[in-house]
């Protein structure tokens, strides 16, 4: 959850079955699995893993916000250049692990699927092992030197997909907008008002694979999302020039 959380007393679960010990923040007891206290005094939420910072009265991700002089701003938009993204939630053994891009679908922790014509540039083919991106005006594409590029769009399954080389196909109902790519900080799904992004573990039963699924929770899916977790994307950026693949498959 990306929204700003502001600090009320109504944060603090009271009479929950409380497995952790609690700690004081002043005068406040708090569970310290579920919040962070500032200063001795200010509680903030830990969402998806992140202890959220304070600002001045506000809680906020620093995937999202920054705080100078005690005022809370966006980080300003990673455009121009490349950038891969990695999972972020301490609590999963999917951390620091990469989103993955095969089979016309984002994943974490996958196995990241290219193609390149060696008969068409030969020795020029990038290696094809890193999954890389490029955001800007609310939208990510695929950082790909395939004539017409790759599009990632989120698909009416809320799961991430990109286009086929050569093709424009987005589906009726995807949504290629409402993203935003921040500087120093995450990759962060604006479209359903701040629900952000989970991953899900992967099925038990069903084809093979240890990669886990990413989706866009929402209003009207979290409900059926409880296997999943909430995670930030964070992004790495990369050395301008650097070119993902010629194609991702
Ligand atoms: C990808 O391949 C290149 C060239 O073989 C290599 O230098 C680089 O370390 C590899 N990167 C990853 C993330 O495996
Ligand atoms: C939420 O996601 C589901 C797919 O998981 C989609 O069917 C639904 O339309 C989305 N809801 C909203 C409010 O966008
Ligand atoms: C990635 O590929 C390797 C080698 O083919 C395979 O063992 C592994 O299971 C794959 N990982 C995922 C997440 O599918």
């Known amino acids: 959850m990306m929204k700003l959380t502001l600090l009320s007393a109504a944060l603090l679960a009271f009479g929950d079955s409380a497995v952790n010990a609690l700690s004081s923040c002043g005068q406040s007891q708090y569970d310290p699995a579920q919040y962070v206290c500032w200063s001795d005094q200010f509680l903030c939420p830990i969402t998806a893993g992140e202890p959220l910072s304070f600002c001045n009265g506000a809680c906020y991700s620093k995937f999202m916000y920054k705080c100078e002089n005690n005022v809370l701003s966006l980080l300003p938009a990673h455009t121009g250049t490349p950038f891969t993204l990695s999972v972020s939630n301490p609590t999963l053994p999917i951390d620091g692990k990469p989103v993955t891009a095969s089979g016309l679908h984002l994943s974490l922790a996958g196995n990241t699927s290219t193609y390149c ?59 290629t907008q409402g993203f935003g790519g921040y500087e120093g900080g995450g990759f962060v799904n604006l479209n359903g008002n701040g629900w952000g992004w989970v991953a899900c573990p992967p099925q038990a039963s069903g084809g093979g694979g240890t990669a886990w699924n990413l989706v866009g929770r929402n209003e009207t899916n979290a409900a059926s999302l409880t296997a999943c977790t909430p995670v930030n994307l964070k992004i790495n950026p990369l050395p301008s020039g650097t070119v993902g693949a010629w194609q991702y498959a």
């Open 117 to 175: 014509p060696v008969e068409v540039v030969g020795a020029a083919c990038p290696p094809g092992n890193i999954t890389a991106f490029f955001a800007g005006n609310g939208g990510l594409s695929m950082d790909t030197m395939v004539p017409g590029g790759q599009q990632a769009y989120l698909g009416p399954d809320w799961n991430m997909h990109y286009t086929q080389a050569h093709s424009a196909y987005i589906p009726a109902g995807s949504l």
